[in-house]
Nanobody, 122 residues
Framework: QVQLVESGGGLVQAGGSLRLSCAAS????????MAWFRQAPGREREFVAA????????FYADSVKGRFTISRDNAKNTVYLQMNSLKSEDTAVYYC???????????????WGQGTQVTVSS
């Protein structure tokens, strides 16, 4: 049974930082492309960032480029999202997801986590 469990969300002031983690189990982690998505109230889920199997390739949404960094540790079966210079518009539930092909921006991921809330106060 595949499980993706996010952690690290919380309340932070604008301009602050948070690091999200997503621990994966039940799959061969190094064989999966990992991504972060987010969904704000009343809005569709949107792509945030993706990272290839070994971490050699990354892709970001324009809205987070230069502020967020995605990384992974295949020895720990974990993907991270370092979020700096947070803005109120970054407030959302953040989800990690896994798929086998590296096609940045695609939404059809095979597995999804339950999400972690990030709230940025202005």
């Amino acid at each position: 049974q595949v499980q993706l469990v996010e952690s690290g969300g919380g309340l932070v002031q604008a301009g602050g930082s948070l690091r999200l983690s997503c621990a994966a189990s039940g799959l061969t982690f190094r064989s999966y492309v990992m991504a972060w998505f987010r969904q704000a109230p009343g809005r569709e889920r949107e792509f945030v960032a993706a990272i290839s199997w070994s971490g050699g390739m990354t892709f970001y949404a324009d809205s987070v480029k230069g502020r967020f960094t995605i990384s992974r540790d295949n020895a720990k079966n974990t993907v991270y999202l370092q979020m700096n210079s947070l803005k109120s518009e970054d407030t959302a539930v953040y989800y990690c997801a896994a798929r086998t092909k590296y096609e940045p921006g695609r939404r059809d991921y095979d597995y999804w986590g339950q999400g972690t809330q990030v709230t940025v106060s202005s």
